[in-house]
């Protein structure tokens, strides 16, 4: 076997290195500063949807196209407008629900956003109780509701959607305190919901797994409690960024920290410009997290966007010197592996955000039914693992 001098894992083994936060476009005209928007990412466009002004809430969605930076306004929700949702992005579409409408009451619906359509659908709505401020978290096939507030108090349960059947399951109780406005991300199909408001303003952060249907307590944040903010998992790691401290009030800074679940610890990154934000929202585009909006001082909501780049790297020795080729890239229907030497034992597809979305020995990969936008895909060899990333057109 052709020795390879560095293991370069493409998703998991990049190590990010600080890098400045710069200013985008701001929000479209008639598409005002807000706080509490849904938002996600999906290929190469991120969304914002919903949200709340100090007078208003909202049910108008924005789509950010960094390649020009600039925003287009997409056809409006179609449900109530609503403030203290939660979404999430899975294979090409977007999901939405719950929250708090105008009238105050709490809402239980979900709903699909078909990103070529412009277009949502409402699915099977929420069966637990009606909630404002759940965890919401998408693995390879699946979303997750956990905790949230009610209007009996604050929950901990948690929920299982299977995108496939467009159905509901209860599983096994969160395992910290009753809370709202947690933070969460996933990290190899794995959900991790943590820190948020109840009694007081925690730290905790915790692991689900649902091969075993087990929650597992990891390390806790080494700074104040935190609510409010926003959050992101990018190859590997989880992030929670800016939000309020111990007395849910602004921090004097926009902190930004990285959790890397291998090491079990948390690393402060750069924090972004400003004070620290109430109920920003954020999304991942290719390799940069983009910061989005949130209340900056009471009743004074921002609807700016700040861009954060991570960088990764240089390979001594990588894909391009073994003899392993991948084509063609951009890819449309078939992604190929051409392993004229036979070093690769095992495939493993991934989406932008770390997420296996296919393992197999197969060398020719069907991608036909994937989303346009950025994968990766990891080669394990008899003793290291090698990777690049690809474009899926």
């Known amino acids: 076997m052709k020795k390879i001098l560095l293991v370069f894992l493409c998703v998991y083994s990049l190590n990010v290195t600080a890098q400045t936060w710069t200013q985008q476009a701001s929000f479209p005209a008639n598409f005002d ?21 100090a007078t208003f809430y909202y049910n108008n969605v924005a789509r950010y196209d960094p390649s020009s930076d600039s925003w287009t ?14 979404g999430v992005s899975n294979n090409g579409k977007g999901y939405m629900g719950m929250g708090v409408a105008p009238n105050n009451s709490i809402l ?54 299977d ?30 919901v943590g820190f948020g408001h109840g009694a007081g303003i925690y730290r905790d952060m915790y692991c689900y797994d649902p091969a075993t249907s087990a929650w597992t ?16 998992s990018f190859n590997g790691k989880g992030y929670a960024l800016s939000g309020q ?47 989005a909006g949130g209340e900056t001082t009471a009743n004074v909501n921002a609807n700016d966007l700040w861009k954060y780049e991570f ?33 690769v034992k095992q495939i493993v597809l991934l989406d932008y955000l770390g997420r296996p979305l296919l393992k197999t020995t197969s060398k020719t990969l069907d991608i036909a039914s994937f989303a346009k936008g950025t994968y990766f895909v990891q080669l394990h060899l008899q003793d290291q693992v090698v990777g690049t990333s690809f474009i899926k057109k």
């Open 33 to 53: 500063g807000r706080n509490h928007a849904v938002s996600f990412s999906i290929g190469d466009y991120g969304y914002l949807a919903t949200g709340a002004s």
């Open 73 to 86: 306004v997409m056809n409006a929700f179609p449900g109530s407008a609503r403030s203290f949702a939660m």
């Open 108 to 161: 239980s619906d979900f709903w699909s956003y078909d990103p070529v359509a412009d277009q949502w659908t409402r699915l099977a709505d929420f069966p637990g109780t009606a909630r404002f401020h759940p965890a919401m978290v998408a693995t390879s096939d699946k979303i997750f509701v956990a905790c949230g507030g009610a209007n009996q108090g604050n929950l901990k349960d948690f929920w299982e959607y």
């Open 163 to 192: 995108i496939s059947s467009n159905t509901w399951s209860q599983k096994t109780d969160f395992p910290g305190v009753p809370r709202h406005h947690p933070y969460q991300f996933s990290i190899d199909d794995k959900v991790y």
């Open 217 to 232: 307590a990891v390390a806790s944040l080494p700074s104040q409690g935190r609510v409010a903010g926003t959050q992101f």
């Open 245 to 291: 401290g111990d007395t849910h009030d602004y921090l004097p800074t926009g902190e930004f920290w990285e959790f890397d679940p291998i090491a079990n610890t948390w690393t402060s990154l750069p924090v972004h410009p400003g004070t620290g934000r109430w109920a920003p929202g954020s999304f991942v585009i290719g390799n940069a997290v983009y910061l």
């Open 311 to 343: 960088s990764f790297p240089a390979a001594i020795n990588d894909l391009s010197q073994t003899n392993i080729k991948i084509y063609p890239n951009p890819a449309t229907d078939v992604l190929i592996i051409n392993d004229v030497d036979n070093e």
